[in-house]
């Protein structure tokens, strides 16, 4: 499967253009495209054997690394859909999400498994927990041949669930296919000039959109270099972006401020960076200006949303007088500000961001009310105040 329709079709590509190149480097482990391709459509197969089918709900409770990715491309290589979890959430959260979700497996870690075990003997419905080790999957590595498994899968597909609390407080379901993914991978591509030179940096949660799509899935589609962590720790993030001259670094607010505040025994040398990007919450100018004094460049503001994925990304040639702007939109989006009463505000008047993008989702499962206050004429009402 080597047509760029889909996930698995991009991985399959990708993976033939840059076969020898370091996909992933996680700890010690550091493993190539050609080698990342056959750990999925091994896992696949197991996957299949387990039982999973087509439209199936899979969830994934993982950290960050590269059994996350691997869980991740498996089970939309077996054509079913993705539920990630944060390794963070408490017990009732996760009951919460897998129920929502309807998951028939949840994929983890040997450590996360007691947790897991708890945790679904607290749920109504039945689900199987599949547990991930390294060394076991590795030994199945042999047995099964790289490449398409059978499995035909329709773009318009739902490839992953997850959930927003958008304007109302009270999380709701979101299914985003594989063509809304590709389209804002391939966006992303285009407007950041991501290529397979780059050095990505995968510290911001991939079971979050923002380290799973701008991180982990764009090093991926451009056949880059991830660099994967678990947790955001200053010392060791300094140490991974220096030693592994890392060329990009989307974060979020908390992790720029961290690394502007931190007292260094010896200031870490960022010059590999060419672009540091922060999202999920606005990125306070202070914050900005301090990272900028300490490491000699600024953080440009990008922003999205769980609905449309990424919308615009602040890419000025004088940044210094638009730190606070989120620029312009990603190529392909459109965005529209509203009035109260409905109206395209003039420039430099306060209205809704009203968004337009073949990124976007078309709706929320099951909420026909919510769908149409939110979602008119093609553009889905961010409830996000702007100019």
């Known amino acids: 499967m080597d047509d760029m329709n889909t996930l698995p079709g991009m991985l399959a590509t990708v993976a033939k253009q840059n076969a020898g190149r370091t996909a992933i480097v996680?700890?010690?482990?550091?493993i190539s495209y050609a080698v990342l391709e056959r750990?999925?459509?091994?896992?696949?197969?197991?996957?299949?054997?387990?039982?999973?089918?087509?439209?199936?709900?899979?969830?994934?409770l993982l950290p960050n690394g590269l059994n996350f990715i691997i869980g991740?491309?498996?089970?939309?290589?077996?054509?079913?859909?993705?539920?990630?979890?944060?390794d963070r959430y408490q017990q009732r959260e996760l009951v919460h999400f897998l129920d929502e979700s309807g998951v028939s497996l949840l994929i983890t870690s040997q450590d996360l498994a007691p947790l897991c075990d708890q945790v679904l003997s607290m749920r109504g419905?039945?689900?199987?927990?599949?547990?991930?080790?390294?060394?076991?999957?590795?030994?199945?590595?042999?047995?099964?041949?790289?490449?398409?498994?059978?499995?035909?899968?329709?773009?318009?597909?739902?490839?992953?669930y997850q959930f927003s609390s958008g304007s109302?407080?009270?999380?709701?379901?979101?299914?985003?296919?594989?063509?809304?993914?590709?389209?804002?991978?391939d966006s992303l591509i285009h407007t950041l000039n991501i290529t397979n030179e780059d050095r990505f940096l995968g510290v911001t949660p991939f079971s979050h959109v923002n380290g799973l799509v701008r991180s982990m899935m764009a090093s991926i589609r451009a056949g880059a270099t991830l660099f994967t962590l678990a947790r955001f720790e200053r010392q060791i993030v300094a140490d991974v972006i220096e030693k592994n001259t890392v060329s990009i670094f989307i974060g979020v607010p908390f992790m720029f401020a961290m690394l502007a505040k931190a007292n260094f025994r010896r200031r870490p040398d960022f010059s590999s960076l060419r672009l540091c990007a922060s999202?999920?919450?606005?990125?306070?100018?202070?914050?900005?200006?301090?990272?900028?004094?300490?490491?000699?460049?600024?953080?440009?503001?990008?922003?999205?949303?769980?609905?449309?994925?990424?919308?615009?990304?602040?890419?000025?040639?004088?940044?210094?007088?638009?730190?606070?702007?989120?620029g312009t939109p990603i190529a392909g989006v459109e965005v529209e500000v509203l009035t109260e009463n409905g109206r395209v505000a003039n420039a430099g008047q306060m209205g809704e961001f009203a968004v337009k993008s073949p990124a976007a989702i078309e709706g929320y499962n099951g909420l026909a009310g919510l769908n149409r206050e939110s979602f008119r004429n093609g553009y889905f009402l961010t409830g996000d105040l702007g100019w």
Do not use: W
């Open 26 to 30: 996680d700890g010690g482990a550091a």
């Open 39 to 60: 750990r999925v459509a091994a896992l696949t197969a197991a996957l299949c054997r387990a039982g999973v089918r087509q439209g199936d709900r899979v969830a994934l």
């Open 72 to 86: 991740y491309m498996a089970i939309v290589s077996a054509g079913a859909i993705v539920v990630p979890l944060d």
């Open 125 to 160: 419905s039945s689900c199987k927990l599949f547990r991930i080790d390294a060394r076991e999957e590795a030994s199945e590595i042999a047995l099964i041949p790289s490449g398409n498994i059978g499995i035909q899968i329709n773009p318009d597909t739902p490839v992953m």
């Open 168 to 185: 109302t407080g009270r999380p709701k379901r979101i299914a985003r296919t594989h063509a809304n993914l590709l389209f804002e991978l």
């Open 279 to 326: 999202a999920s919450a606005p990125m306070p100018k202070t914050i900005n200006q301090e990272f900028f004094q300490k490491f000699g460049m600024y953080v440009r503001q990008l922003y999205g949303s769980s609905e449309t994925g990424t919308i615009s990304v602040n890419l000025s040639s004088d940044i210094e007088a638009s730190l606070e702007s989120v």
